[in-house]
């Protein structure tokens, strides 16, 4: 089915307001800061909703959906097992705190607060050309998802001129997130991406339960019963794949969790847009909560339309689903529209453009977002460093402006160029290890040890990078080559991280002043922190809970550690008795079934709870941007003498 007029009616409302946000948000731009980091004035529902819409672009769903059209249920079992670390790293603060308390405006400008101005630069470049390559692809994926999901034409004639459809959606769509960032940079980006966010996460929620109700379950259970007994969709200890999820796997993944946060600088500029290192943290904390309707969408919906297109029930619409895919020609393309044509064609008018306004919102959204933080990274760290004395406040916004369009002008051409031969995670990944291969340890030394040095972060950035680009490239040239990719990874963040820690010990003994990095003691900055309890007692401080929190933080800590241990104790229980017991399929499919359910209830909750706080966040950054001094000089340039130009 094409869409309908209802259809076309909530997508187009819906980015209405999504541009009445940005319009509105545009008088509260004021200063370079403001455009860099919404005058670092957001609280933490508001960067949490507009943190996770941001990291869910159109090319992420499909990506997602690529993976669990073929892994099924199964990798969600997987998951439990870092439940726990995942939650013990954010309630610490990990990274995230530390980072905030330095108040730069870019990741680049925090080395060179901490190492030197050159070395900036150079992770600057790295950072700058393994994004934009990562994000050259954006704009490709995502036209050929609405040219296809809308079903329209190739191309058509206007005033004889043919004009492909595809070089217009991707005009019009880049058009439209250029006018988001133009706005108000990263105030307007925020608000767009809030709205967009609490529109997405009700759709999502309601298409779950729309599937749970329309769909029965044994018609699941009996789809996902064709696949081969040891490519199991249900059962996660009968794939073929069960080697790969071992101890190793599992500890290199949860290390490098660990080791990597924080490093991808697609988003970056959230990273400095908290109101408060706190309000920062607690952000972190939250985003596991607001994952929930998120994932189980990016499982539920690949499990859908697998068993659409395989139980004879649904065979009606599986020809038609097979019909289009006939007309594309490569198989990387045909992967990445399976998912969106069944949805094309089982979804109700009115779900299925409320499918379409969510896909719009998350291609909008990443594109906002990322073409603000590349084009940011490229004044601040690549240009700016050069300059004797900073720029003026007007000529350097000119300049960030001037930027955005030259990363949307790459990736256009980008995307009409270059023809995808891989999967999209493994293209993600190839471009990602340009930087993140060795970021890990400079950025860890540099916010957690005083001893860390210049050199030692030239080398361990080099290290890292070079054995993580090397093995991709060797699994691309050597086929079956014995090591792995999760194991490359392993071996770059442990290189990386032995280099840094040796090359300091040996080299000349100075400690840097990390009070004085982090605002701290003499240093710190008025109105930044906000004591509640100046001494709490030892075990709230066990739990991560320090001066700063309220009564309703320590409720929100309190609830994530029980929620996170029962599944955490679910895991290892099941763990168990899978491997001292043969438990058949429909045993799995009973859990699975009470596990949708149950994160289905909460996911509703979660929603609600979030679009509240995020509400109130919302109107609490108008009012500080509203009345805040600006400071000129607060704009990211880096001087011997900090306050002096």
Not at 276 to 285: I, L, T
Request: charged share 15%.
């Amino acid at each position: 089915m094409s869409l309908g007029w209802l259809d076309w009616g909530i997508v187009l409302v819906t980015l209405f307001f999504m541009v009445y946000g940005v319009v509105f948000s545009k008088r509260f731009m004021r200063s370079v800061a403001d455009f860099l980091a919404a005058g670092r004035s957001a609280g933490r529902y508001l960067m949490t909703v507009s943190l996770g819409m941001a990291m869910l672009g159109a090319i992420s769903v499909i990506g997602e959906f690529e993976v669990f059209f073929k892994s099924g249920f199964c990798l969600k079992w997987w998951e439990l097992s870092m439940a726990l670390a995942i939650l013990l790293v954010t309630v610490s603060g990990w990274i995230i705190y530390r980072f905030r308390q330095t108040r730069a405006l870019t990741l680049a400008q925090f080395f060179e607060m901490r190492y030197s101005r050159n070395f900036r630069v150079f992770a600057g470049i790295l950072a700058f050309v393994s994004g934009i390559i990562n994000f050259g692809i954006f704009p490709a994926v995502g036209a050929r998802f609405f040219i296809y999901y809308m079903g329209l034409p190739a191309g058509f004639e206007v005033w004889g001129i043919h004009v492909s459809t595809f070089v217009l959606m991707m005009t019009v769509l880049l058009g439209i997130a250029i006018f988001f960032v133009f706005s108000g940079g990263q105030v307007a980006v925020i608000i767009a991406d809030f709205i967009q966010g609490v529109f997405s996460n009700f759709v999502f929620v309601l298409l779950i339960f729309f599937f749970l109700l329309t769909i029965e379950w044994s018609q699941i259970f009996e789809a996902l019963s064709i696949v081969p007994r040891e490519a199991s969709m249900v059962n996660p200890f009968k794939t073929g794949q069960v080697e790969d999820f071992n101890f190793w796997y599992f500890l290199i993944g949860l290390v490098g969790f660990v080791y990597n946060f924080m490093s991808w600088q697609g988003t970056q500029a959230y990273n400095s847009s908290a109101k408060s290192a706190h309000e920062a943290k607690m952000s972190k904390v939250l985003e596991n909560w607001r994952n929930y309707p998120r994932n189980l969408f990016l499982m539920f919906l690949p499990v859908i339309a697998f068993v659409v297109l395989n139980h004879p029930d649904f065979s009606h619409i599986a020809g038609k689903v097979g019909s289009v895919i006939g007309t594309v020609g490569s198989p990387e393309i045909q992967s990445q529209l399976r998912v969106p044509l069944v949805l094309r064609f089982i979804l109700p008018v009115g779900l299925a453009g409320a499918f379409a306004a969510v896909m719009l919102a998350a291609f909008l959204s990443t594109h906002d977002t990322y073409l603000h933080s590349w084009g940011s990274i490229f004044i601040q760290d690549i240009v700016m460093p050069f300059r004797k004395k900073p720029f003026s406040p007007v000529q350097h916004i000119r300049l960030l402006r001037l930027a955005v369009i030259g990363v949307a002008v790459f990736i256009f051409f980008f995307s009409l160029i270059f023809q995808q031969t891989q999967h999209i995670y493994l293209f993600f990944a190839i471009t990602a290890a340009i930087f993140v291969g060795g970021s890990g340890a400079v950025i860890i030394g540099g916010l957690y040890w005083k001893r860390g040095t210049t050199a030692a972060a030239w080398s361990a950035m080099i290290t890292g990078s070079t054995i993580s680009v090397g093995g991709i490239i060797l699994h691309q040239v050597i086929e079956d080559f014995p090591i792995n990719g999760q194991w490359f990874w392993g071996l770059s963040m442990v290189a990386a991280s032995l280099v840094y820690v040796l090359v300091s010990l040996l080299g000349r003994v100075r400690d840097f002043d990390l009070d004085k990095l982090l605002h701290r003691g003499k240093y710190e900055v008025k109105g930044e922190i906000k004591i509640i309890d100046a001494a709490p007692s030892r075990g709230w401080k066990v739990l991560g809970m320090g001066k700063e929190f309220t009564r309703g933080d320590k409720a929100i800590y309190i609830l994530s550690y029980a929620w996170i241990l029962i599944w955490t104790l679910i895991f290892i229980g099941g763990t168990v008795f899978n491997l001292t017991h043969d438990v058949s399929d429909s045993g799995w499919m009973k859990y699975w079934k009470v596990y949708v359910v149950i994160y289905a209830a909460v996911s509703l909750v979660i929603v609600v709870w979030f679009t509240i706080g995020g509400i109130r966040d919302m109107r609490s950054m108008f009012k500080q941007l509203g009345r805040q001094k600006r400071d000129d000089m607060d704009d990211g340039f880096v001087t011997s003498t900090p306050g002096k130009r």
